[in-house]
């Protein structure tokens, strides 16, 4: 068992887990205790490893970005050797996710490009220096992304749905808006007036810009990175293959899932699956009621699934990278809206 949450640190979670950029005021005011006691609780869940940090969720396709994934079994690999293939992936400007995992294959790697080319370049480079330790390799593009909140660690009726990728009109950004961020992708709780003195603008001005950027919905959310595991949870990637699929199926599908309070992302791809998602639980016996609930509502729709257990997170990053988005220009472009 992990450590226990009471009904106010719940209700301060609840509030950060995809809100992580509002004031303590704020958040103090909705769960109905002072910014001092606000602010001494975030404090202790951040040290007792029950927040690991925050960061902020980017549509990358809104910026003409794909989300290709590189996923691999290892073989002849040690610790050490393992570390280091993880210290080489996350070296790459293109590299925005990296995770150990158990199951099908052993890391994952989550790169973000414009042009298949570049993936393939990427994933090229991978296999010339470390092939000889992928036993196999699985390619696949995801794109659609659904962000749930961790509705099973907290008591809310509330459906915040965030969706990256699908059918997302590009937008453009300036230097600016990337160098914000480029700060708020790792650190969303930065204060406004600790990005302008970083950045040597005008708070209102920082201000603005995130403002705009939600507007354009390049920014989906602001999360704080929950350290479920000192919960007493263990998330699992479940990656299934459809059959005798139809777009309303797969649809309802996708739904059903959406209601489950312990699933807490789905995945659209081409490649390894047709639909993925990833399951909090703390047990065997949990993750088996789980899917029995779904492989009850559409077995016949199920050819098969593969479970993935995700072990650690080595970088979590949405920032999209100047040399691999058309849409993120080398120069400032000039503003015609007063920002301040």
């Not at 509002?22 to 958040?27: E, G, H, Y």
Request: glycine share 4%.
């Amino acid at each position: 068992m992990g450590a226990e949450l009471d009904a106010k640190d719940k209700k301060i979670l609840s509030e950060l887990d995809m809100d992580a950029r509002q004031s303590i005021s704020s958040i103090a005011k909705k769960v109905g205790l002072s910014k001092e006691v606000v602010n001494y609780r975030i404090k202790q869940l951040e040290k007792r490893g029950v927040i690991t940090g925050y960061y902020t969720v980017l549509n990358v396709a809104k910026l003409g970005l794909m989300f290709c994934r590189f996923f691999s079994r290892v073989q002849n690999v040690n610790l050490e050797k393992e570390k280091e293939i993880y210290e080489f992936a996350k070296q790459y400007p293109e590299v925005c996710w990296v995770v150990s995992t158990k199951g099908p294959w052993d890391l994952a790697f989550v790169i973000l490009v414009n042009k298949i080319n570049e993936f393939k370049r990427i994933c090229d480079t991978f296999s010339f220096k470390y092939g000889s330790h992928f036993q196999e390799r699985y390619v696949s593009i995801a794109t659609k992304i659904h962000h749930m909140k961790h509705k099973y660690l907290y008591d809310t009726n509330r459906d915040e749905d965030k969706i990256l990728g699908g059918d997302a009109e590009e937008e453009t950004i300036d230097d600016t808006d990337y160098k914000i961020l480029s700060i708020i992708a790792t650190d969303a709780r930065m204060s406004t007036l600790d990005i302008a003195r970083k950045l040597k603008i005008t708070p209102n001005t920082v201000k603005y810009r995130i403002k705009k950027l939600v507007e354009k919905n390049i920014i989906l959310c602001f999360r704080a990175a929950i350290g479920i595991k000192e919960l007493g949870y263990q998330r699992h990637k479940v990656i299934l293959t459809l059959q005798n699929m139809t777009e309303k199926k797969t649809r309802r599908m996708i739904e059903f899932l959406k209601q489950n309070k312990n699933v807490t992302y789905i995945t659209e791809s081409v490649g390894c699956g047709d639909v993925e998602f990833e399951i909090d639980v703390r047990g065997s016996n949990e993750l088996h009621e789980n899917l029995n609930a779904i492989r009850h509502e559409f077995g016949e729709l199920i050819r098969n699934y593969d479970i993935c257990v995700t072990y650690s997170e080595e970088q979590v990053n949405y920032l999209p990278l100047k040399n691999s988005a058309a849409n993120i220009p080398s120069k400032t472009q000039p503003i015609d809206i007063e920002e301040s």
